[in-house]
């Protein structure tokens, strides 16, 4: 059982070396830049399709301008959030962005309008 962990933990090494290789020849990213650009404008494409999609279901439901406003920042947000995760950024410079669109989508889908207050106290 004993030589069965260690070849486990040589595997697990190996890989690990592999990995920290792969990060060092491109820039501390384990990602090619070919990649990456493919990547971010995969989500610039799938943000522009939301918002379409979104704004046409809209019209045709003739809503109010919270929603819409709850529509946009959400899809943005989240959009924004996978996109930067993607490029690149550290950990560090990550942290504080992510909180900042943590708490404007709280408050975007925890603002109520004032029809759906109207509607609760009935």
Do not use: C
């Not at 040589?10 to 060092?24: C, K, P, T, Y």
């Not at 399709?49 to 989240?78: C, E, H, P």
Request: no cysteine; proline share 3%.
């Amino acid at each position: 059982m004993n030589s069965g962990s260690d070849d486990a933990f040589a595997r697990l090494a190996e890989a690990q070396a592999a990995v920290d290789h792969v990060a060092d020849v491109h820039g501390g990213q384990p990602w090619t830049p070919s990649l990456v650009i493919y990547l971010a404008t995969s989500i610039l494409l799938v943000i522009a399709l939301a918002l379409v999609l979104g704004t046409f279901l809209m019209w045709k439901k003739s809503t109010n301008g919270q929603d819409v406003l709850r529509l946009y920042g959400v899809v943005i947000i989240v959009g924004l959030s996978a996109l930067l995760l993607v490029v690149g950024f550290s950990n560090d410079q990550l942290t504080p962005i992510v909180g900042l669109f943590g708490a404007i989508a709280g408050y975007l889908l925890g603002k109520e309008s004032p029809k759906e207050g109207n509607e609760k106290e009935k």
